[in-house]
């Protein structure tokens, strides 16, 4: 037996099938506008010779490079970059409840880097700045976060556990960390007063090609870890590091939103970044040139500076402030006639060794400036801690400890000191082209005296 429906519930569907969409549209349309529908900044990485930059991203066609479109989506005068007013800090914008991570949490920003802007197998680490601002939308100021609040950034590697330096274990580098070390997830606290938890922790490492692409998990939570939080905007700071690099970036600020509407966090960031109608994207870095051919800036022309030029060619590089140093002839082009000069200048052992791309940046861990009379100990361990210092060369040829802080251990063959003998033994130091091993003694007043100063063939001796 057949069963058929009345003659009228054919249009009682149609009806329910169209209520319900019409509904959905008119609360879609009573929402405020959200940043999560919009925009936001991935944070791109490059390398230049001992330094480490990051900018925002303006690879073409990846979500969160958009940078032309950010001013209209966050509802910005037009134009405008989110650059802090008072200190030229670039803010990368995001959203607490985008709709990929749910309430309170986010993968964005991201970290990127286009194909050859570093090395292959850099490790890229974050470190964490400052104290935690909350913008309040109902006092419309910045202020420290509320003690009952924080935001945790999840997904950084604790790869410090198993530091390695043997360099057949290191594939050429100078410090290295172990298979097992990875996967070890460390998280860092940002709070009102200041930063709890892990303070630098490994973000990523770059491939073959030396691309980077990661995504660490950002969570607005009260002290006791639970998820939520006052609606409003949270800015934390922070800059990255390389461990084949002695410069870290430049510090940046994130600005997350929590619960706010597109006008509404378009003021936290306005209170930021001023009412500036006529601001440019910010230039890329002017790194000085010392001496033609010496591409990584370190006072000499080696093997490694020829490897840079024979890069800069093989990615088709034209001259420009930062790579000037490339174009060693002058012609107003980076070729492998520049290479081929550069290596004619060079009066480095290491120029002899026939290379086509780096695979490492080979830092030294003491360079003395003989122009400037200062000593640079980039890694010195004394006990089990490890530090940063300079030197600066006395009118009576004595050393005088004028910088230090401390620091994580990042190099093979670091400066080592004895506190209770002030003895401050240096396994290589870099010295106009030459490399010497040294040892100071300690006088007292931070001053010390070299007492042995002998040259090695190499930092590898």
Not at 145 to 157: C, H, K, W
Not at 253 to 280: K, R, W, Y
């Amino acid at each position: 037996m057949t069963i058929t429906q009345p003659n009228d519930a054919q249009p009682q569907r149609s009806l329910r099938s169209i209520a319900l969409p019409l509904c959905l549209l008119l609360i879609m349309l009573s929402t405020p506008p959200r940043l999560a529908d919009a925009q936001h900044l991935d944070i791109e990485i490059w390398g230049q010779g001992n330094a480490l930059f990051v900018g925002y991203c303006r690879i073409s066609g990846v979500v969160g490079c958009d940078l032309s479109g950010l001013a209209d989506a966050l509802h910005l005068p037009a134009t405008t970059l989110p650059i802090e007013a008072t200190t030229g800090k670039l803010i990368f914008p995001a959203d607490l409840q985008d709709l990929p991570g749910g309430p309170f949490k986010t993968k964005n920003p991201g970290f990127q880097s286009v194909q050859n802007a570093l090395l292959p197998n850099e490790l890229i680490s974050y470190r964490a700045l400052g104290k935690m601002k909350y913008w309040d939308p109902a006092l419309s100021a910045w202020y420290d976060a509320p003690p009952d609040v924080q935001i945790r950034l999840f997904g950084g590697l604790e790869a410090s556990a198993d530091v390695r330096n043997d360099l057949s274990e290191c594939a050429g580098q100078l410090i290295c960390f172990s298979d097992s070390s990875f996967g070890i997830d460390g998280s860092t606290v940002f709070s009102g007063d200041g930063i709890h938890g892990g303070v630098e922790l490994v973000a990523d490492i770059t491939g073959a090609n030396g691309i980077l692409h990661t995504h660490l998990s950002f969570f607005l939570e009260d002290r006791q870890g639970r998820i939520g939080g006052p609606s409003g905007a949270y800015l934390i700071e922070m800059q990255l590091l390389s461990n084949a690099r002695f410069f870290p970036s430049d510090s940046f600020l994130i600005v997350l939103n929590a619960g706010l509407d597109a006008h509404q966090f378009a003021a936290a960031l306005i209170a930021l970044t001023g009412e500036s109608p006529d601001m440019e994207p910010p230039p890329q870095p002017v790194i000085p040139v010392s001496i033609p051919g010496d591409a990584d800036l370190d006072g000499d022309i080696d093997r490694i500076d020829v490897a840079l030029i024979l890069l800069a060619v093989q990615n088709n590089e034209t001259p420009n402030a930062t790579n000037a140093a490339f174009d060693v002839d002058k012609d107003g082009a980076i070729t492998r006639a520049d290479a081929a000069l550069a290596k004619t200048l060079c009066t480095l052992r290491l120029c002899n060794i026939p290379v086509e791309a780096p695979a490492t940046a080979l830092n030294v861990a003491a360079i003395y400036d003989h122009h400037t009379g200062v000593l640079n100990l980039n890694d010195i361990q004394a006990d089990s801690q490890h530090y940063r210092a300079q030197l600066q060369t006395q009118a009576d040829g004595a050393l005088a400890l004028v910088a230090w802080q401390s620091d994580k251990p990042r190099y093979a063959t670091p400066a080592q000191y004895d506190a209770a003998t002030g003895i401050l033994q240096i396994p290589s130091v870099f010295v106009n082209g030459k490399y010497y091993r040294a040892t100071l003694q300690e006088t007292g007043n931070l001053n010390f005296q070299v007492k042995l100063l002998e040259e090695i063939n190499s930092i590898l001796d």
